[in-house]
């Protein structure tokens, strides 16, 4: 499972529909484009901190289930955060993550995250 979802991040990045990089992501959350946020697990509590609540307020939904080296392998740049920009990718995506039923829970905050607990 989570080798497609790296190799669709992969195909999505050739195919011009993932954007990379912290400030590129926030400016295609805000202009409504980002479909999934995808946060290295690995990043810093910060970090975490301020893509959790900007998911949150836009309506985004946020993964932490791979490392920043494994988003980095899949792409081939080194990133800690990306998003995809297509709804057809996010679809394929979410069928291999646990289905686009769960769309519908977006809005609740702990249905979706799978950030770690900031302590």
Known sequence: ???KVLNLLGLAT???LLVSGEDIVIE???KKKAKIVFLGSD???NTLDKFKKKCFHYNIELNTMFTSDEL???IGKTRMVLA???EGFY???KKHLGGVEN???RNNWNSWSRAREIT
């Open 91 to 93: 679809k394929s995506i």
């Open 28 to 30: 295609n959350m805000k």
């Open 1 to 3: 499972m989570k080798e």
């Open 14 to 16: 050739r195919a011009g």
């Open 43 to 45: 990043c810093s509590d």
């Open 72 to 74: 980095s392998h899949s």
């Open 103 to 105: 769309e519908g829970k």
């Open 84 to 86: 995809i920009i297509d």
